[in-house]
Structures are given as C-alpha cells and as structure tokens.
C-alpha cells in the first residue's frame, strides 16, 4: 500500500496505477491529434501553394503526437521494468509545480487580454518579465526586466519592421 506521499503522485483508475506522466501522454496524444484534424480542414491559400497555410500547424500537430507517443513509451518501460520502486520514483510531485503552473496560466490570460489595448511591446515585456521573475527569483529583478525588454523590442523589429507582420501598436509610445 502506498504511503500518503506516493498517493498524491500516483492516479488509480480501475485498479490501474496511472503516472502524471502517463496521463499527461494520453491527454497530450487526444490534442495533437485533434489539433491534427483541425488544421487539416484550414481553408487553402487563394494565392500561390494552396496547402501553405497548413504545413505548420499539421506540422505542430505531428509533432505533439509523436512527443506524446514517446512519453508513454517512456512510462511503459519504467512501468515494465522489474524494480517498482524506480518508477514509484520517476512520478514527480504535482505539489512542486502546481503553484507555478497556476501562475503561468494566470499570466498568460493577463498577457492575452492586454495584447490588444496594451500593445504587443509591453504586453510581451510583462509577460516575460513576469514568467522570469516566477523562475528566476525576485533576487535578479534588474536582468529579468533587461531581459524581457531586449526581447520584447527585439522581436517586434524583427518581425513587425523586417518581416512585414502586423503586431498590435503600443498606444502613446508607436511602437
């Protein structure tokens, strides 16, 4: 019988012992293959190579598919293996990263209500500085806030002024 802390990293379905990891692999393979199947109806292109507009996002979905196919793989033959208690192991601990995943998800329904009315500049500067600081540490503020404008900055000249593609305007600052 598992003890209270191998109760939380493992699921139980049907008797079955089911792995975060495993779980992760299943619902990741349902996605990509969904995700799959919807790309593949994306309309065609009115000019040029018809299929363009599909290559990568079916690509992505492959992709997810295959990622997932090798994680359940992985699972199964630490599953397979003879000593349990190398997988009992390899389960990591969903208390660890839940705060974090949390917080990721919350800022990234920040970053995509203010990308519109607050421009892609800043918008990207404080979801950057925000996922580097949740990592990195309140200590290393001052690189985290030089990293995310550089990047921020950075890609808005390469694809909005070297590339051609419409990212949303900064108001006040025109960029």
Partial sequence: MPGPE???QIF?????????SLITGLITFITG??????AMNLPAA?????????????SLGILMIILS??????????????DNTEYEKAVFKIDNHI?????TVLNAAIYSFLFVRAGYVISTFIF?????????GIKKWKSSALIAIIFSLAIYILFY????????MTPYIWI
């Fill in 128 to 136: 950057v500085g925000l996922e580097l600081l949740l990592f990195s």
């Fill in 46 to 58: 009115p000019l040029g190579r018809a299929n363009e507009p599909k290559i990568f996002p079916v």
């Fill in 161 to 168: 002024k070297l590339l051609g593609v419409y990212l949303p």
């Fill in 69 to 82: 196919f090798l994680l359940i793989a992985q699972e199964m033959k630490k599953r397979a293996s003879k």
């Fill in 33 to 38: 293959t969904t995700y799959t199947l919807i």
């Fill in 99 to 103: 705060k974090s995943i949390i917080l």
């Fill in 12 to 20: 139980i379905i049907r008797g079955e012992k089911l792995s975060v």
């Fill in 6 to 8: 191998q109760a939380r």
